[in-house]
């Protein structure tokens, strides 16, 4: 059994938060034993499903070129050994766009938000772990656009993500976390939109461990220096629900965490569905510890 890495849950967190925190330029870019196979995830899709993994627009060349050099310089200050076998996949496909090379270095997606009269637009994307959402639908939409369905967003922190995008000070860094529950660990989970989704009707409590997935996604931005875009970064983790059943504070942490989001937030992530064979789940594998 492997301990989930990040658990924004944690203490039964759920809602809509800003929940930004500084991190150091160190602790930017996730690196772990997963790289391989991501990066040639990352190169099947580009292959295969290019349009809907990657768009960009030519004005925002120039903080693509930005962004790739900024991961170069972080590799290279702090992951030096990774830097040299990381700059190998750029030789798998002529004619790569900056940002595709910067994508291919990096397990996070990389994601391109260009001003423009005091509000930021998606400009460029590599997106390979889309949770639950279309990149060709949301492309060149402004950050209030890209969360308008996200309950709350618009009346309650839409202004303050935007303000604080506007002030934020070059090379510094912030995450935050977001986390659902999916049936399957699939990274590319695209979707027109979130009510699209039909969750599977044979979920239950004695199978649910098995069929269900934790996906947290890792979120950090920074605004680049010259270009003063900002680069959105997502790394996805997904850890099975089977993985926690012998951790008792995390199991109570994931199950408080359901019970805390909002109907509106239950629906949005789809847990609506599979909530009461989830609960009765959790509230087997507390049982079975206590």
């Known amino acids: 059994m492997r301990t989930p890495i990040h658990t924004p849950y944690k203490n039964g967190k759920g809602g809509v938060q800003v929940g930004l925190e500084p991190?150091?330029?160190?602790?930017?870019l996730e690196i772990d034993n997963l790289f391989l196979s991501e990066i040639q995830n990352k190169k099947n899709l580009f292959n295969t499903k290019h349009k809907q993994v990657y768009q960009d627009t030519p004005e925002s060349i120039n903080s693509q070129k930005e962004v790739l050099e900024s991961i170069l310089e972080n590799l290279l200050l702090y992951h030096p050994k990774h830097y040299e076998k990381a700059k190998k996949n750029l030789t798998f496909r002529d004619n790569l766009t900056p940002l595709e090379s910067a994508a291919l270095l990096v397990q996070e997606d990389l994601l391109?938000?260009?001003p423009k009269d005091e509000e930021y637009f998606l400009s460029a994307?590599?997106?390979c772990s889309p949770s639950n959402w279309s990149l060709r639908e949301k492309f060149k939409k402004s950050l209030l656009d890209l969360h308008k369905?996200?309950?709350?967003?618009?009346d309650l922190i839409g202004e303050r993500v935007n303000h604080l995008f506007t002030n934020l000070k070059n090379n510094r860094i912030f995450q935050r976390f977001n986390w659902s529950i999916y049936e399957s660990p699939e990274l590319y989970q695209p979707a027109l939109n979130k009510a699209s989704i039909n969750r599977a009707d044979n979920i239950s409590e004695t199978n649910a461990g098995d069929k269900l997935f934790i996906r947290v996604e890792r979120q950090t931005i920074k605004k680049l220096n010259i270009s003063k875009s900002i680069l959105f970064t997502v790394r996805v983790h997904i850890t099975p629900l089977v993985e926690i059943k012998n951790d008792l504070d995390l199991l109570k942490d994931?199950?408080?965490?359901i019970k805390n989001l909002t109907v509106p937030l239950k629906y949005y992530k789809s847990?609506?569905?599979i909530e009461e064979p989830l609960t009765s789940w959790l509230k087997a594998a507390i049982n079975s510890l206590e």
């Open 254 to 257: 994931l199950k408080k965490g």
């Open 112 to 114: 391109i938000m260009m």
């Open 125 to 127: 994307a590599s997106l």
């Open 23 to 28: 991190i150091s330029s160190s602790e930017w």
């Open 271 to 273: 847990i609506d569905q």
């Open 149 to 154: 369905d996200v309950p709350s967003y618009s």
